[in-house]
């Protein structure tokens, strides 16, 4: 693993192992809330990587014992005292976090979040935004803004979308901590690991989808996101036309006649 070049004040650190590019987040005394400043550290960093074709999958993990608390709750404060009560830069936060959510979502490779420990409001939403988890035993899970007066209304996006709504509705509703366990049963993270190895994991399983075709990952990873939103018979006909255009790609062709021949495909990523 290639040793970062940042100082260790830097908000976000950015490493590589290989094709993997690991990002992460670096605020541990304030338990890696989002500040403005990160928030605009992840957003250049996930830019950068998407633009970026020797990176072939991303992990997103943290320092410290919280994986993210969410916003900066101290910085957003500090701006009632402006003119306005704070409404222009509370919408600019709001704005530009849920814009990085979506880079994650849009970002041409996968992006596999290793969570190490408490994950809430945002921070649990950037869970959710991943196209992937894996969390360490340790780990737990909320969206607590009902207990502060602040529903968890961005938050619940990317909640709603990975687990069921009553199962969501329950965690907004309640802002009650989930297991890491129980995370895994309703479908908010993909696997629990013993503590202290969801990192280790977390690459293991990048470097396991590196090895397919960086090509046909990008467009299965798209077209993912945009059936979801679709109904049932738009949905299959934009996947059909997915698939036919996959099929006359050279990684498909590839990989068809190595699985006929039983040998190893070689990609060309395209």
Same mark, same amino acid.
């Given at each position: 693993?290639?040793?970062? &070049?940042?100082?260790?004040?830097?908000?976000?650190? $950015?490493?590589?192992?290989?094709?993997?590019?690991?990002?992460?987040?670096?605020?541990?005394?304030?338990?890696?809330?989002?500040?403005?400043?990160?928030?605009?550290?992840? /957003?250049?960093?996930?830019?950068?990587?998407?633009?970026?074709? /020797?990176?072939?999958?991303?992990?997103? &993990? !943290?320092?410290?014992? !919280? =994986?993210?608390?969410?916003?900066?709750?101290?910085?957003?404060?500090?701006?009632?005292?402006?003119?306005?009560?704070?409404?222009?830069?509370?919408?600019?936060?709001?704005?530009?976090?849920?814009?990085?959510?979506?880079?994650?979502?849009?970002?041409?490779?996968?992006? #596999?979040?290793?969570?190490?420990?408490?994950?809430?409001?945002?921070?649990? $939403?950037?869970?959710?935004?991943?196209?992937?988890?894996?969390? /360490?035993?340790?780990?737990? =899970?909320?969206?607590?803004?009902?207990?502060?007066?602040?529903?968890?209304?961005?938050?619940?996006?990317?909640?709603?979308?990975?687990?069921?709504?009553?199962?969501?509705?329950?965690?907004?509703?309640?802002?009650?901590?989930?297991?890491?366990?129980?995370?895994?049963? #309703?479908?908010?993270?993909?696997?629990?690991?013993?503590?202290?190895?969801?990192?280790?994991?977390?690459?293991?399983? !990048?470097? $396991?989808?590196?090895?397919?075709?960086?090509?046909?990952?990008? #467009?299965?990873?798209? !077209? =993912?996101?945009?059936?979801?939103?679709?109904?049932?018979?738009?949905?299959?006909?934009?996947? /059909?036309?997915?698939? &036919?255009?996959?099929?006359?790609?050279?990684?498909?062709?590839?990989?068809?006649?190595? =699985?006929?021949?039983?040998?190893?495909?070689?990609?060309?990523?395209?």
């Amino acid at each position: 693993m290639n040793v970062h &070049t940042q100082t260790d004040t830097a908000v976000l650190l $950015q490493q590589r192992d290989g094709p993997i590019a690991i990002l992460t987040l670096n605020r541990p005394g304030a338990r890696n809330s989002l500040s403005e400043a990160l928030l605009i550290a992840l /957003s250049e960093a996930l830019r950068n990587i998407a633009a970026d074709t /020797s990176v072939r999958a991303v992990v997103l &993990t !943290a320092n410290g014992p !919280a =994986f993210c608390a969410g916003h900066d709750m101290k910085e957003l404060t500090a701006r009632r005292a402006d003119a306005d009560a704070g409404r222009a830069y509370f919408r600019t936060i709001m704005t530009t976090c849920s814009a990085m959510m979506q880079q994650i979502v849009q970002l041409p490779q996968p992006v #596999i979040a290793a969570v190490q420990g408490v994950a809430t409001a945002a921070g649990c $939403q950037l869970v959710a935004s991943c196209d992937l988890a894996v969390a /360490s035993s340790a780990a737990k =899970f909320a969206t607590p803004g009902v207990d502060i007066g602040l529903f968890c209304s961005t938050p619940m996006v990317a909640l709603s979308r990975n687990v069921s709504r009553k199962h969501a509705m329950e965690m907004l509703l309640t802002g009650d901590m989930v297991e890491a366990e129980r995370a895994a049963a #309703i479908g908010l993270v993909n696997r629990v690991v013993q503590a202290g190895d969801e990192l280790k994991a977390a690459v293991a399983l !990048a470097k $396991q989808i590196a090895s397919k075709s960086s090509y046909t990952l990008k #467009i299965g990873k798209q !077209a =993912f996101y945009q059936q979801a939103e679709m109904g049932l018979a738009a949905a299959y006909a934009y996947a /059909s036309e997915v698939m &036919t255009e996959n099929m006359m790609a050279r990684d498909a062709e590839e990989g068809i006649c190595a =699985f006929i021949d039983k040998r190893k495909p070689t990609w060309e990523d395209k």
